[in-house]
Nanobody
Framework: VQLQASGGGLVQAGGSLRLSCAAS????????VGWFRQAPGKERDFVAF????????YYADFLKGRFTISRDSAKNTVYLQMNSVKPEDTAIYYC???????????????WGRGTQVTVSS
């Protein structure tokens, strides 16, 4: 599976951004797609995942409802809608896939290159 993350950019605090994770090579319908983020000097943190078969989503506690993960089966793409962004959301955001639900980066088999999100205060 090849993954391409896009949609990052510069946004003001309180604004919104939508990230996309487009897949090729295989359909995402039998995979779990996760979003992770990594800020400079920090570890890669789990953000959210979606089970593309069931549609079930799970989020990191710190998000407190600000982000929403969704899928478009026809486009073989998963999205991360980011609302009410904060400067601490600044990071490179990565999408990845695995066969099982997981919040641990090491469980994910395929990774995209990442897209930079910068939130200004």
């Amino acid at each position: 599976v090849q993954l391409q993350a896009s949609g990052g950019g510069l946004v003001q605090a309180g604004g919104s951004l939508r990230l996309s994770c487009a897949a090729s090579g295989r359909t995402l319908s039998s995979y779990v797609v996760g979003w992770f983020r990594q800020a400079p000097g920090k570890e890669r943190d789990f953000v959210a995942f979606i089970n593309c078969y069931s549609g079930r989503a799970y989020y990191a506690d710190f998000l407190k409802g600000r982000f929403t993960i969704s899928r478009d089966s026809a486009k073989n793409t998963v999205y991360l809608q980011m609302n009410s962004v904060k400067p601490e959301d600044t990071a490179i955001y990565y999408c990845a896939v695995t066969r099982t639900v997981a919040t641990t980066a090491g469980v994910y088999d395929y990774w995209g290159r990442g897209t930079q999100v910068t939130v200004s205060s």
